[in-house]
């Protein structure tokens, strides 16, 4: 069931500072989950009175699926399918096509991966908002007056968080990592205090005291799933961010720190309600001694934060992604650091995200109450991954088919209970991130589809490349020095600026780079495959260059590289000429009125290419033309 593809991978090797790094960036917001997940998950059973019982089972259920979802399926399982080093949603939704031949096939493959991360971006909002709020709730256990301070100071450190993220993460990063192996072991070390004096909750380790719970309650051992899955939130983030780090530290971060820590906490927090009912309140920081229970609520804070600015960081790369791969427009990506590629920083996504944030903090008031809108956004990030999963197991990696459907349709179940019990909750909350969704699905579909006519039609109005050229010397066209560098979405066609310069100033530069940029579904492009250069005519050149998914294009920057394939650019004698369309509702549209409505917004507000391509302003002409759609 092995393959080459599977075996490659270009993370490095196992090293400390990998491993650290990874507990700071991947581990954030899996490591908060013990400040709400048992606790929510035991109060479903309050009012009938938790025993040992109901304990026990809610302990074995948040196990087994930290050992089925996230060690199973994410660590040991989808972690091996990466794309070139790469991994998330995206990367998974290429390679699970690459393995489908029908273009229908393709275009469902898409629509799910497209789903999975509207669904992403759902949790990236609901994750800071949950985490700080759980967080400062500890205040409520040092003293019940500094419950009125809870609200204020989580917008406080939410509005905070937001406005750094102008000024990169570089240096706060490196304290990342130390903070969380601090907060890993101060949890650890919490539940084996607990632990030691009541050890016979390890009898919760073997799964019959789960499935006792799920025979003897049933339906509420149903709705239960919909709070035990809060413990695995945050593992979609061991995939999403292999590329940084690689699969080896990822892995060793969690099976030697992260999983303990987080079952003996859980253990320990179990083990006390055991000993004292009452502490089902909050049972998390009732662990602490009260003497450690301010620097516990200053150490989760610090922690919440970390999950919070991982969670945004992730938004920032999605976002930059689907640019890439034509399901959003171009928005403004600015480049926080010098060296890393990946330090990024989207100001639309900060203010958007900024927004919903607090108006789920405000809205909502608890971490009780964002708990339903959290799962349904993690559940269904869940089954999209799985089924993609699923496809590059089978078509990519040519598993049996017995073999795929015994691992991942097991697994799949499991998300979809998971999902399902969930679903019971959208009239408490549940319906945020399904909104979200379903917006940012709209948005992302027609937004595509809006591009693929205005591609259609550009076509079907253009003059081809080869008839042009074969004309032009018959022309008596006029050449003037310089450089002219005209952009053009598709090589075998002429681009509009060139035919409206020649119509308007009756004139052609003796220097002509007709330059197109693809991007490519992998995640970044080696510098040596960047730019191809073909002469089509004296003075003429056709150059494609080529971006990954995982990268921000710098146009300039890559033709000044043109050298050694017979182009020498000037930076100051070239001028970029680009078509800048004024888009309009045809006739008779060719999409449903709400939806071209929705995708002239988008482009209205869409990045200018000169800012997009980092082309400088005072070199660039640009041309208008009226397009109808």
């Known amino acids: 069931m092995n393959s080459p593809a599977m075996v490659a991978n270009r993370a490095p090797g196992l090293r400390a500072s990998a491993v650290l790094g990874a507990l700071g960036v991947v581990y954030g917001d899996i490591g908060t989950s013990p400040l709400y997940a048992f606790k929510t998950s035991l109060e479903h059973f309050k009012k009938t009175g938790v025993t040992s019982a109901e304990v026990l089972g809610v302990l074995s259920l948040i196990f087994w699926s930290l050992i089925l979802v996230v060690t199973v399926k994410y660590v040991l399982l989808i972690m091996r399918a990466d794309n070139r080093g790469e991994g998330g949603i995206l990367s998974l939704m290429?390679?699970?096509?690459?393995?489908?031949?029908?273009?229908?096939?393709?275009?469902?493959?898409?629509?799910?991966?497209?789903?999975?991360?509207?669904?992403?971006?759902?949790?990236?909002?609901?994750?800071?908002?949950?985490?700080?709020?759980?967080?400062?709730?500890?205040?409520?256990?040092?003293?019940?007056?500094?419950?009125?301070?809870?609200?204020?100071?989580?917008?406080?450190?939410?509005?905070?968080?937001?406005?750094?993220?102008?000024?990169?993460?570089?240096?706060?990063?490196?304290?990342?990592?130390?903070?969380?192996?601090?907060?890993?072991?101060?949890?650890?070390?919490?539940?084996?205090?607990?632990?030691?004096?009541?050890?016979?909750?390890?009898?919760?380790?073997?799964?019959?005291?789960?499935?006792?719970?799920?025979?003897?309650?049933?339906?509420?051992?149903?709705?239960?799933?919909?709070?035990?899955?809060?413990?695995?939130?945050?593992?979609?983030?061991?995939?999403?961010?292999?590329?940084?780090?690689?699969?080896?530290?990822?892995?060793?971060?969690?099976?030697?720190?992260?999983?303990?820590?987080?079952?003996?906490?859980?253990?320990?927090?179990?083990?006390?309600?055991?000993?004292d009912p009452a502490a089902i309140e909050s049972p998390f920081f009732l662990l602490c001694p009260p003497m450690l229970r301010v620097p516990m609520v200053l150490l989760a804070t610090a922690a919440t934060v970390i999950a919070s600015q991982a969670v945004i960081s992730g938004a920032y790369s999605m976002t930059r992604q689907c640019m890439q791969l034509g399901f959003l427009p171009r928005m403004t990506v600015k480049h926080t650091s010098a060296t890393e590629e990946g330090q990024i920083y989207v100001p639309q996504v900060t203010t958007a995200m900024l927004i919903g944030v607090l108006l789920l903090v405000f809205s909502f008031r608890t971490s009780d109450s964002l708990a339903a809108a959290?799962?349904?956004?993690?559940?269904?990030?869940?089954?999209?991954?799985?089924?993609?999963?699923?496809?590059?197991?089978?078509?990519?990696?040519?598993?049996?088919?017995?073999?795929?459907?015994?691992?991942?349709?097991?697994?799949?179940?499991?998300?979809?209970?998971?999902?399902?019990?969930?679903?019971?909750?959208?009239?408490?909350?549940?319906?945020?991130?399904?909104?979200?969704?379903?917006?940012?699905?709209?948005?992302?579909?027609?937004?595509?589809?809006?591009?693929?006519?205005?591609?259609?039609?550009?076509?079907?109005?253009?003059?081809?490349?080869?008839?042009?050229?074969?004309?032009?010397p018959q022309s008596r066209t006029v050449r003037v020095p310089g450089m002219g560098i005209f952009m053009t979405g598709n090589p075998d066609f002429v681009p509009a600026a060139l035919l409206h310069n020649l119509k308007h100033n009756k004139v052609l530069h003796e220097r002509v780079l007709f330059v197109t940029v693809q991007n490519e579904d992998v995640p970044d492009v080696p510098q040596a495959e960047r730019s191809a250069v073909t002469e089509l005519a004296p003075g003429i050149h056709r150059v494609v260059v080529r971006y990954g998914f995982m990268e921000s294009p710098n146009l300039p920057r890559d033709l000044a590289e043109l050298r050694p394939l017979g182009v020498d650019l000037d930076p100051m004698q070239a001028s970029y000429f680009l078509g800048r369309e004024t888009l309009v509702p045809d006739t008779v549209p060719q999409m449903p009125l709400w939806r071209l409505w929705l995708f002239l917004v988008l482009a209205r507000n869409s990045v200018s290419a000169t800012e997009f391509f980092r082309i400088p302003s005072d070199r660039v002409v640009e041309l208008g033309v009226r397009v109808a759609i």
Request: proline share 4%; hydrophobic share 55%; charged share 10%.
């Open 94 to 275: 290429v390679l699970a096509q690459r393995g489908v031949s029908h273009e229908r096939g393709r275009k469902i493959l898409a629509l799910i991966g497209i789903a999975g991360a509207c669904l992403f971006f759902g949790d990236g909002i609901i994750t800071p908002a949950i985490s700080v709020l759980s967080a400062l709730e500890g205040m409520e256990v040092i003293s019940p007056r500094l419950s009125e301070y809870v609200l204020p100071l989580a917008g406080v450190i939410i509005v905070l968080l937001f406005a750094v993220q102008s000024r990169g993460t570089a240096n706060i990063g490196l304290f990342f990592g130390p903070i969380m192996a601090l907060w890993f072991i101060s949890i650890a070390v919490l539940g084996v205090v607990e632990i030691v004096q009541r050890p016979y909750v390890l009898l919760a380790l073997s799964p019959t005291y789960g499935i006792s719970l799920i025979m003897h309650y049933k339906w509420m051992a149903f709705v239960t799933m919909g709070s035990v899955v809060l413990a695995v939130t945050g593992a979609e983030a061991l995939y999403a961010d292999m590329g940084h780090f690689g699969r080896r530290p990822i892995r060793a971060a969690w099976m030697w720190l992260v999983l303990p820590s987080l079952v003996l906490n859980y253990f320990g927090q179990g083990a006390l309600v055991l000993s």
């Open 374 to 472: 959290y799962g349904i956004a993690v559940t269904g990030t869940f089954i999209c991954t799985g089924i993609l999963a699923l496809v590059v197991f089978r078509r990519q990696y040519h598993w049996s088919r017995l073999a795929t459907f015994s691992v991942f349709g097991v697994l799949l179940i499991l998300d979809l209970v998971f999902f399902a019990s969930n679903a019971l909750k959208i009239p408490d909350g549940g319906y945020v991130p399904l909104v979200l969704g379903i917006a940012l699905m709209a948005m992302m579909t027609s937004w595509h589809r809006g591009r693929d006519l205005l591609l259609a039609r550009w076509r079907a109005d253009s003059l081809r490349l080869d008839s042009f050229l074969a004309r032009l």
